[in-house]
């Protein structure tokens, strides 16, 4: 059986089923197919080993039929051998669970595509057929060269990705795998970060705090804090009071508008306000104290936050306390 009675098509794709994609015919074609095309495989398969000066052959029709993540794509000359058409190359490919070094030697578990074994037959190297193939199993698996780990690149290999797609270094990993710098790149933003990450307790996530809000200014010191400002965590549900039973109102009813806020007022931040003394006044007390009330004043005198002055004034209404003074919790330092 004929190279061109095999293969239709000048690149051929095989898996595990070892049968080409354009294979007609009874059963008995399919096995005596099966056994031509073995041979053809196997053959190429021990040249290129024999080319990489591997120990062992890499391709094989029987390590195809046992392996359903690799994808063999051979390349026919069908000019070659008075029209009975040669195989001319190989290209192995196939996805593999590896543990893998960048250039910062931050470690990734990834299952990436990975060039098993490639081989051009020697009198048709350097003419273009390999990229040719490459090429084809780039587009069929729709990838970039750089996306991909080479296993045990030889020196031939280097320079055929240097020269077709730029991928001019490889990083070389104790598996005896490589991968282009850019590799990478994907990771770029789930890496461990360069930074010495908190440990134990410190590193569980902080859940939103209510304090951290009022006292370092909401999102912002949450997003600083926790990673990503979109990542905030949702607001606990805020339910409004259930009806009553018996005359409440009918919340069924779309025109009904609730007494309550169905949310409660958010505290602002206080600011840092600068505090004026009125003209004539004694020395200012320190600023932790100054608007603190002096103790025993009468009912009705005028507090810090009634008074008519310019301090007074300038105080937000979120800083008061219900009877108007300057709520003792704005004034602290931070201790962390
Ligand atoms: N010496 C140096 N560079 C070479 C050689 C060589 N003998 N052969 C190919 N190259 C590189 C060069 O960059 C060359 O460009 P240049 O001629 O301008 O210098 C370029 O490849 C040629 O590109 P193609 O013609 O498209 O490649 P080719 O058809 O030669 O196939 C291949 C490349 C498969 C590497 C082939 O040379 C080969 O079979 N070599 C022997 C086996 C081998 O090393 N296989 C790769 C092992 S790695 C692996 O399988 C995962």
Redesign the pocket.
Known sequence: MEVNDILHEDISKLNDLFIPDCFEGSVADLRAMQAALAKIVDALGEQ?AA??GLNRI?TTADKLRASPTHTLYLLKDATAKNGKGEVI?LLKVGYKHLFLFDERDHVHEVEPLC??????VRD?????????L?DYMLHDMEMHAHQLA????????E??L???YEVERLLRQNNNFAVAPQFFERFADISTPAVAAAVGRFAAPKPHSAIANVIHGGASYYAENNGDEERLPEPLPWAPPAPELDDGPNWDDDDYQPEVACKPPSPERPSTLPVEPEAGAPPAAPAAFADVPAAGLPSGASTPASGSGAAGAARRDSQLTDKGYFDVKFYHNRLW
Do not use: T
């Open positions: 290129s080319a990489q890499i190359g060039v098993l074994d490639f081989y051009i048709r190297q350097r003419s273009g057929y390999g990229r040719v490459f080479i296993d045990g690149p030889s020196a031939k290999m320079q055929f240097a020269k077709n």
